[in-house]
């Protein structure tokens, strides 16, 4: 899943995601009721903003970010994957409009 930009959708990624076989879900531009984890983004960029020391390096930075990523309870990211259906209905019933999520 990612959210339309041009670096997902290089000719190198779309080869790759053909030659592993996975299928990409359509999305809209710009919809972050549509894609999940951009519901993770904000509580990683916390997490990472609240280390202490706060990281100084784009080395730490990388280092940090990939520590709490990998902090993220596996449920979460369950959760919020099992929730694509009703988003999904929800965007259909506003029509695309802002939601609750």
Partial sequence: MDDNSRPHRANLVEDSLFEEGIVRMELQACSPDRNPIEHVWDPLGRRVAGRQP??????????????????????????????MPQRSLTLLVV???????
């Avoid at 029509?95 to 999520?101: A, L």
């Fill in 95 to 101: 029509r695309g409009n802002h939601t609750t999520y």
């Fill in 54 to 83: 706060p990281p100084q390096t784009l080395q730490e930075l990388e280092r940090a970010l990939l520590e709490e990523r990998d902090r993220i309870p596996q449920l979460v990211i369950n959760s919020l994957i099992d929730s």
